[in-house]
């Protein structure tokens, strides 16, 4: 089996829009179009088309009687779990068994001043010469953006509870699941959005870490990245215990450069409460019958 190219992806992408009258328009946006970022085997195809009527086109045979085997598909907007958007759209989610992935929707066409408002988008088809001229694709959508004040002091208020409340119960009763949950939530994306604004204010807020910080290791420095890359842990509970104290270092010195540059006030105290609370329950028994 051999893998269709890109062109002759588009080019069924294209000539499905092009035999049906419904659909007057197609778009493109995603990795696909974006020009900072390096192409590799498994970027998907991103596709909006823009249709007069949605209905017709969650008819799942007509659909792929044209573009051809899959190993599985999603319908998004038939799901419960997780709840669809729900707001008109139809969508197709298919990995076909050549190894390429088609994200395929149907929006209508009245809808097309929202839809073109993403800078990662591209025209591939326009019958009708209605959609706005675009400029050429880039991530001016996706940049970082600049903290507040507020902003900031509620991520340092999310990471400080976190680690002085929600972690130290949870790991002394030992209940990964939940642990493992707080960690990403509470630590984690806390943490991820510290790095994000301190690499913005080293890039004058030019970049994008992509989704979930997908790029982080391209912008944090070497020693940084090593470090964090050691808060992914496994479940034993000796290297869990290790990354914490790891996530406080590495939030602590980078919400203090980020506090620096805008004049804001890491809370050291708070900071410090936390971490000697959650030092003393590392040394907490677990039989014990008070925590102190």
């Known amino acids: 089996m051999k893998t269709r190219t890109e062109k002759e992806i588009i080019d069924l992408i294209i000539g499905f829009a092009l035999n049906d009258d419904r659909i007057r328009g197609v778009l493109m946006n995603g990795s696909r179009v974006n020009p900072s970022i390096t192409k590799d085997i498994f970027q998907d195809y991103d596709i909006v088309n823009l249709v007069t009527d949605v209905e017709p086109f969650k008819d799942e045979n007509y659909i792929l009687s044209h573009f051809g085997e899959t190993i599985i598909i999603q319908k998004p907007e038939d799901k419960i779990y997780p709840p669809p958007v729900g707001d008109g759209r139809y969508n197709y989610n298919m990995q076909f068994v050549d190894g390429n992935r088609i994200d395929l929707s149907f929006f209508n066409i009245n809808r097309i001043d929202e839809l073109t408002k993403d800078s990662l988008t591209e025209v591939l088809l326009d019958k009708d010469h209605i959609i706005p001229n675009l400029p050429d694709p880039s991530e001016?959508?996706?940049?970082?953006?600049?903290?507040?004040?507020?902003?900031?002091?509620?991520?340092?208020?999310?990471?400080?509870?976190?680690?002085?409340?929600?972690?130290?119960?949870?790991?002394?009763?030992?209940?990964?699941?939940?642990?493992?949950?707080?960690?990403?939530?509470?630590?984690?994306?806390?943490?991820?959005?510290?790095?994000?604004?301190?690499?913005?204010?080293?890039?004058?807020?030019?970049?994008?870490?992509?989704?979930?910080?997908?790029?982080?290791?391209?912008?944090?420095?070497?020693?940084?990245?090593?470090?964090?890359?050691?808060?992914?842990?496994?479940?034993?509970?000796?290297?869990?215990?290790?990354?914490?104290?790891?996530?406080?270092?590495?939030?602590?010195?980078?919400?203090?450069?980020?506090?620096?540059?805008?004049?804001?006030?890491?809370?050291?105290?708070?900071?410090?409460?936390?971490?000697?609370?959650?030092?003393?329950?590392?040394?907490?028994?677990?039989?014990?019958?008070?925590?102190?």
Not at 193 to 213: L, P, V, Y
Not at 241 to 262: D, G, I, P, R
Request: some cysteine; hydrophobic content about 35%.
């Open 140 to 292: 001016s959508s996706y940049l970082i953006k600049e903290p507040t004040e507020k902003l900031f002091n509620d991520c340092c208020d999310e990471f400080i509870f976190g680690l002085g409340s929600h972690i130290p119960k949870t790991i002394w009763r030992k209940e990964l699941p939940l642990l493992k949950a707080y960690i990403d939530v509470v630590l984690r994306k806390p943490l991820i959005n510290m790095f994000e604004w301190d690499i913005g204010i080293k890039t004058g807020f030019r970049k994008s870490i992509g989704k979930a910080g997908r790029h982080l290791q391209k912008y944090l420095e070497p020693e940084i990245w090593k470090e964090f890359e050691q808060t992914y842990t496994d479940s034993n509970y000796d290297n869990i215990w290790n990354s914490l104290f790891l996530f406080y270092k590495l939030f602590k010195k980078t919400a203090e450069s980020v506090a620096q540059e805008y004049g804001f006030q890491f809370p050291e105290e708070a900071g410090k409460r936390a971490l000697e609370f959650l030092k003393h329950i590392k040394q907490l028994p677990e039989d014990a019958k008070a925590i102190y």
